[in-house]
Nanobody, 121 residues
Framework: EVQLVESEGGLVQPGGSLRLSCAASGFTFDDYAMNWVRQAPGKGLEWVSTISYNGRSTYYAEPMKGRFTISRDNAKNTLYLQMNSLKSEDTAVYYC??????????????WGQGTQVTVSS
């Protein structure tokens, strides 16, 4: 089965850190870029970060720059998001999303189940 399975999120105090993971199966993981997307309460989907198929290129939305780090372990078919200096506004459901093929230009719409991250004292 083609799927993305995310780790559990959690409750974190402001300024704290949390690492999310996303385990991929059913496709050639290292042929695809990967993304993190989030949805905060009452808001729409927000792009967080993208990583290229080989991990050599990374991209971040401005609010995440300097605080979040996207990475991948292709040997383990796993995507990660390290979140540091968390703020209350980072509270959201976080999704990993399959990106475009290395030699393609579009994604096929595969999403993880979503995991709740709550930043609160």
């Amino acid at each position: 089965e083609v799927q993305l399975v995310e780790s559990e999120g959690g409750l974190v105090q402001p300024g704290g850190s949390l690492r999310l993971s996303c385990a991929a199966s059913g496709f050639t993981f290292d042929d695809y870029a990967m993304n993190w997307v989030r949805q905060a309460p009452g808001k729409g989907l927000e792009w967080v970060s993208t990583i290229s198929y080989n991990g050599r290129s990374t991209y971040y939305a401005e609010p995440m720059k300097g605080r979040f780090t996207i990475s991948r372990d292709n040997a383990k078919n796993t995507l990660y998001l390290q979140m540091n200096s968390l703020k209350s506004e980072d509270t959201a459901v976080y999704y990993c999303v399959k990106g475009a093929h290395t030699y393609g230009s579009t994604a096929d719409g595969l999403w993880g189940q979503g995991t709740q991250v709550t930043v609160s004292s």
